[in-house]
């Protein structure tokens, strides 16, 4: 994943974060136990911050761990953050518990992406959903904006897409802001460019007043709802990343897991998968 950054040298860089971030110069010395006037020549160039500073004050812009290596690149230090590719043999220990992870969901739907939405691993119960999507959606590397996007993907059976589509494009433009990422910039564009499957709903309010258990869930979430076999499945999302990650790649991957909203749905995947 590349990156755009805005201004040569560290000072700017910094000055961008902080400012996107919306936090005053004083206000981030407070937190770095520095001064207003020592961040303020930092920014300017007038003083050159330390490694420990610029991490210092990239955990509290909550700048993300690859723009951390540009940070301390731009300052004259070496990456502090390695970036391991997934299949290097010394990711084994990482993969290995993203499977135990993904088979402890089944069957709930669980899957891994990395930042530009590229599946890593996906189990059992994400694989029953993804049914019917054409191939060549599924060829390596899939990625799960294009299949729940595509409008011959699994947007087909989501029963409110339009809500969901929402959703799914306001997350990607907030890490956008987030990452400052021409590959996610250009993938957005690609799927906010996608027209809407065939037959999806154009009011989602009036299609779901029929279902009062996807009506009550709306006041604090918005479900999933997706046929399978026949049946409208419910599903609430949740996210979760690693905890200070120290390499790149593991920084940027995210677990998504589907947990069933209604008994209904939860019945259907033990059925379905056991």
């Known amino acids: 994943m590349t ?5 040569t040298g560290v000072g700017p860089l910094l000055r961008g974060w902080r400012e996107q971030r919306r936090i005053s110069q004083l206000e981030l010395a407070l937190r770095a136990d520095s001064s ?8 300017t160039g007038r003083s050159r911050p330390s490694e420990a500073m610029i991490l210092r004050l990239s955990e509290h812009l909550d700048v993300p761990v690859r723009e951390r ?3 301390l690149l731009a300052a004259g230090y070496a990456p502090r ?3 391991t590719a997934m299949d290097d043999p010394s990711m084994a220990v990482v993969r290995e518990a993203l499977e135990r992870l993904l088979r402890g969901y089944e069957p709930y739907p669980a899957l891994v992406v990395d930042g530009t939405y ?3 691993a996906a189990n059992r119960g994400l694989a029953l959903l993804m049914e019917g999507v054409p191939e060549h959606l599924l060829v390596p590397p899939v990625n799960a904006m294009r299949v729940i996007l595509h409008p011959e993907g699994a947007a087909r059976h989501i029963r409110n897409f339009r809500q969901w589509r929402g959703h799914l494009l306001d997350q990607m433009e907030r890490q956008i802001a987030l990452d400052r990422s021409d590959a996610l910039r250009a993938l957005y564009e690609e799927v906010a460019a996608y027209p809407p499957p065939e037959g999806a709903d154009d009011d989602p309010d009036e299609a779901e007043d029929d279902d009062a258990a996807a009506f009550a869930l ?3 979430a918005l479900p999933l709802r997706i046929e399978h076999g026949g049946q409208v499945l419910t599903f609430l999302s949740s996210i979760s990343t690693f905890n200070t990650p120290m390499d790149v790649t593991v920084a940027e991957l995210a677990i998504e897991t589907f947990l069933p909203a209604d008994p209904a749905t939860a019945k259907y995947l033990l059925s379905a998968l056991g």
């Open 118 to 120: 590229t599946l890593v």
């Open 218 to 220: 709306r006041n604090f």
């Open 81 to 83: 953050f390695t970036e």
């Open 69 to 71: 290596n540009t940070l």
């Open 36 to 43: 207003a006037r020592h961040i303020s020549f930092v920014e």
């Open 3 to 7: 990156s755009r950054t805005s201004g």
